[in-house]
């Protein structure tokens, strides 16, 4: 016996994965209404028509999903989507790792009364960078 509720939770992701791509969700979209709209930024994308549409066709657009699953697409989707992620998650660490430093050093200019650099590093990134250095960081 299979276990449809982990089939249900890989449709699911499918389906998610798929159609998080706004041109795979105009195709379907034309699929499913015999329209032939070619522009993802078109009206119909711009005034949510194609969410209410989901919304409401949800099981049928599951099922073409399905028959028109490809597996090897499906695999270059996935590793796609997690270096998007990967990348993403990476780019939130540095930025935070930045936010972090340039805190530091701006307390203890601060601390020390170095109002002209605090200034300075402000709005020179090569003097803030003199200023990472001093200070070791």
Same mark, same amino acid.
């Given at each position: 016996?299979?276990?449809?509720?982990?089939?249900?939770?890989?449709?699911?992701?499918?389906?998610?994965?798929?159609?998080?791509?706004?041109?795979?969700?105009?195709?379907?979209?034309?699929?499913?209404?015999?329209?032939?709209?070619?522009?993802?930024?078109?009206?119909?994308?711009?005034?949510?028509?194609?969410?209410?549409?989901?919304?409401? @066709? /949800?099981? $049928?657009?599951?099922?073409? =999903? #399905?028959?028109?699953?490809?597996?090897?697409?499906?695999?270059?989707? %996935?590793? !796609?989507?997690?270096?998007?992620?990967?990348?993403?998650?990476?780019?939130?660490?540095?930025?935070?790792?930045?936010?972090?430093?340039?805190?530091?050093?701006?307390?203890?200019?601060?601390?020390? @009364? /170095?109002? $002209?650099?605090?200034?300075? =590093? #402000?709005?020179?990134?090569?003097?803030?960078?003199?200023?990472?250095? %001093?200070? !070791?960081?």
């Amino acid at each position: 016996m299979k276990d449809t509720n982990a089939q249900r939770n890989y449709k699911d992701t499918m389906f998610r994965m798929l159609f998080s791509e706004k041109r795979n969700l105009l195709s379907l979209y034309n699929a499913l209404n015999g329209t032939s709209y070619t522009d993802t930024d078109d009206y119909c994308i711009k005034n949510g028509i194609l969410e209410e549409f989901l919304s409401k @066709n /949800r099981a $049928e657009a599951i099922e073409v =999903s #399905i028959f028109e699953y490809n597996e090897e697409q499906h695999i270059r989707n %996935e590793k !796609e989507f997690s270096y998007r992620e990967g990348h993403m998650s990476g780019l939130e660490q540095g930025i935070r790792q930045e936010k972090e430093r340039i805190t530091l050093l701006q307390k203890n200019l601060l601390q020390e @009364n /170095r109002m $002209e650099d605090l200034r300075r =590093s #402000i709005e020179d990134e090569e003097y803030r960078e003199k200023l990472y250095t %001093e200070y !070791e960081m």
